[in-house]
Antibody
Framework: EVQLVESGGGLVQPGRSMKLSCAAS????????MAWVRQAPTKGLEWVAT????????YYRDSVKGRFTISRDNAKSTLYLQMNSLRSEDTATYYC???????WGQGVMVTVSS | DIQMTQSPASLSASPEEIVTITCQAS??????LAWYQQKPGKSPQLLIY???SLADGIPSRFSGSRSGTQYSLKISRLQVEDTGIYYC?????????FGSGTKLEIK
């Protein structure tokens, strides 16, 4: 059974940093591209970033470019999202997903507030 | 950026009815279109990929179609469990963009 389990969320002050993790199991992690998608409270889905299966290519939405870094450790089957210079508009539930297809994590809430 | 204009924003229908949700892409995206269902407090679930292909385990009541740059999700024989918010997603180019969502209520 495929499992994606996010962790690392919580309350953080504006301008500070936070790192999300997504532990994957039940499939060969190193064979798949992965992505982060977020959803602000009562809002729609928003793609954040994608990383290729081997980590050699990464893509970001403009609003997080230069502040967020997506990365992966294939030996640990774990996906990461390093978030720096956080803003109130980054407040959302963050989902990790295997290539935006069948498999999504349960989501982790990030609240940016003073 | 490619814009995905989704309509309607909400709809209410009775069991056994047929409903259609549409997404209009601002440019050609080929068949790089997926549909998701999201229930309250849950993660999105893939329904349709490549515009018309039914995802594994999804009832055949769900179907996707394409006419040029307009994409449609049709749900036949509505069931109570079809309540939720439906989103389209274009995967043709970065930044990937979702439609704004359609909230479906079953009367």
């Amino acid at each position: 059974e495929v499992q994606l389990v996010e962790s690392g969320g919580g309350l953080v002050q504006p301008g500070r940093s936070m790192k999300l993790s997504c532990a994957a199991s039940g499939f060969t992690f190193s064979n798949y591209g992965m992505a982060w998608v977020r959803q602000a409270p009562t809002k729609g889905l928003e793609w954040v970033a994608t990383i290729s299966y081997d980590g050699s290519s990464t893509y970001y939405r403009d609003s997080v470019k230069g502040r967020f870094t997506i990365s992966r450790d294939n030996a640990k089957s774990t996906l990461y999202l390093q978030m720096n210079s956080l803003r109130s508009e980054d407040t959302a539930t963050y989902y990790c997903t295997r290539d935006l297809t069948y498999d999504w994590g349960q989501g982790v809430m990030v609240t940016v507030s003073s | 950026d490619i814009q995905m204009t989704q309509s309607p924003a909400s709809l209410s229908a009775s069991p056994e009815e047929i409903v259609t949700i549409t997404c209009q892409a601002s440019q050609d995206i080929g068949n790089w279109l997926a549909w998701y269902q999201q229930k309250p407090g849950k993660s999105p679930q893939l329904l349709i990929y490549s515009a018309t292909s039914l995802a594994d385990g999804i009832p055949s009541r769900f179907s996707g179609s394409r006419s040029g740059t307009q994409y449609s999700l049709k749900i036949s024989r509505l069931q109570v469990e079809d309540t939720g918010i439906y989103y389209c997603l274009q995967r043709y180019s970065n930044p990937l963009t979702f439609g704004s969502g359609t909230k479906l209520e079953i009367k």
